[in-house]
């Protein structure tokens, strides 16, 4: 009945863009705005250290979900969008086919992988007998097995959503979009409000680690309320099918490594931050990233599909030009922010955050970049260029790696910010080089000559 009636909605705004794009803003707004809503009630609840150990936790599980997505998040709306609009059915079908094979293969690799962990954890006194270092392995408490298990099926669930969010996309069914993606926010939100009623005991980390998984768990159930299942069912003879698990497969060997490389990158401070304290504090200042996500993700799923039906220099250099006409006055809308989020920290979790606003001010600008960096991020998964983007992730990576080794010990969770933000340019200096080069000779740097 829902499927139905989101159907009969959209049909009746196929013809309004703004419309469309006010509803696709509407979905995507909501679930960060709950989810930031959740991050910060979160924070109250929690003591510092384990607020510091919810968001390393959370880092781990966006690692997690990073290669279980399988690079498929933005390959995907790539194959897909074009296929929809030529209304090719093999082709469709045989596109979904195949990157459901692929989160088969993904799904097994992650399974092995924390038997594997487990099995280290259980075995921590023998690995430390053969020199593994004791910060390795925690040991074989229940608290470590179980948020193993966490981040195993977080980080699959929400590689399940940003899959099944791509299939909407690819759709352009912006309305099924706002009927869905509210649910998760939603659902976390009231499992922490079950805990917090019924939990006899203090609020602990691995209370709110288990209401964000399960909530996204739920989510992922309720999608098919709004899409009809036996679309990722329809049978296609294997051999039309099968090429495209290979296609999917080189085209994603380069975004699996990206995506996986800027999840380590954007949580490299959090993974390395080796204090609950520091990784507390340094946690608080990221709040307002989630707030950013809303533009973020809208923006992202907008573009995506209209990239990827344009085919010349000239028409990408057009779309680009009336982009940055409306988004770089836009930063003029971001500069209350420099006000209002030390407010919202220091009187939410009270004067021992103080050293969470200083990190905050060095935080703020990058979060501004990225949006204004996004579109071309984004252009290059059109122009097939997965190679320029997992370089672009793995410069951001390693910049990461090497600043943050160095700047936090001296400076401390400072250190740490600026070693972010400097990481984000490295990455953001070379997709102007990149476009650059696209622009002036037609053809990006590290392609071959045609």
């Given amino acids: 009945m829902l499927a139905n009636l989101t159907d009969r909605i959209e049909i009746l705004l196929e013809s309004n863009s703004v419309m469309r794009i006010g509803l696709l803003f509407a979905a995507r707004a909501f679930n960060p705005v709950v989810s930031l809503a959740f991050s910060l009630l979160a924070g109250m609840y929690l003591t510092v250290e384990d607020h510091g150990i919810y968001g390393l936790t959370l880092a781990r599980i966006f690692v997690m979900q990073a290669f279980m997505e399988a690079g498929l998040q933005q390959s995907l709306v790539r194959f897909l969008a074009p296929a929809l609009k030529k209304n090719d059915p093999d082709e469709i079908h045989s596109i979904i086919r195949a990157s459901i094979q692929l989160k088969l293969y993904v799904l097994g690799a992650g399974v092995v992988a924390t038997l594997v962990y487990i099995l280290a954890l259980v075995n921590a006194s023998t690995l430390a007998a053969l020199g593994v270092p ?38 352009e069914s912006f309305v099924k979009l706002l009927f869905w993606l509210p649910m998760v926010g939603f659902l976390r939100l009231s499992l922490m409000g079950y805990f917090l009623i019924f939990n006899e005991h203090a609020l602990r980390a691995e209370h709110i680690i288990y209401a964000f998984v399960i909530g996204t768990v739920i989510a992922v159930l309720f ?20 090429p495209w698990t290979k296609r999917l497969l080189q085209f994603n060997t380069w975004i699996i490594l990206a995506s996986f490389m800027a999840i380590l990158s954007d949580w490299m401070e959090v993974l390395l931050i080796d204090r609950s304290g ?144 400097l990481a984000q340019c490295v990455g953001w200096s070379f997709l102007i080089y990149c476009y650059v080069k696209f622009f002036s000779r037609g053809r990006f740097p590290l392609a071959p000559a045609e």
């Fill in 134 to 171: 004791a910060e390795w392995l925690p040991g074989a408490r229940l608290e470590n097995l179980y948020l193993a298990w966490l981040i195993l099926t977080g980080g699959f669930a929400l590689s399940l959503m940003t899959y099944l969010d791509s299939v909407l996309v690819s759709h």
């Fill in 223 to 242: 999608y098919f309320t709004i899409f009809y299942a036996d679309f990722f069912f329809v049978k296609v003879p294997r051999r039309i099918w099968k």
């Fill in 278 to 421: 520091d990784l507390g504090l340094f946690n608080a200042a990221r709040l307002p990233m989630q707030g950013f996500m809303i533009i973020l993700t809208t923006m992202v799923s907008f573009l995506l599909p209209r990239f990827a039906r344009l085919e010349s220099v000239s028409e990408y250099r057009g779309m680009f030009a009336r982009i940055y006409q409306i988004i770089i006055p836009g930063v003029i809308l971001f500069l209350p922010g420099l006000w209002i989020f030390p407010w919202i920290i220091l009187e939410l979790y009270g004067p021992e955050y103080e050293p969470s606003v200083a990190v905050f001010y060095i935080l703020y600008p990058n979060f501004i970049l990225r949006l204004y960096f996004a579109p071309l991020g984004t252009a290059l998964f059109a122009l097939d260029q997965p190679r320029l983007i997992m370089t672009e992730a793995a410069l951001r990576m390693f910049s990461g790696i090497g600043l943050n080794l160095l700047l936090y010990p001296l400076f401390g969770i400072n250190g740490a910010a600026w070693a972010s933000l």
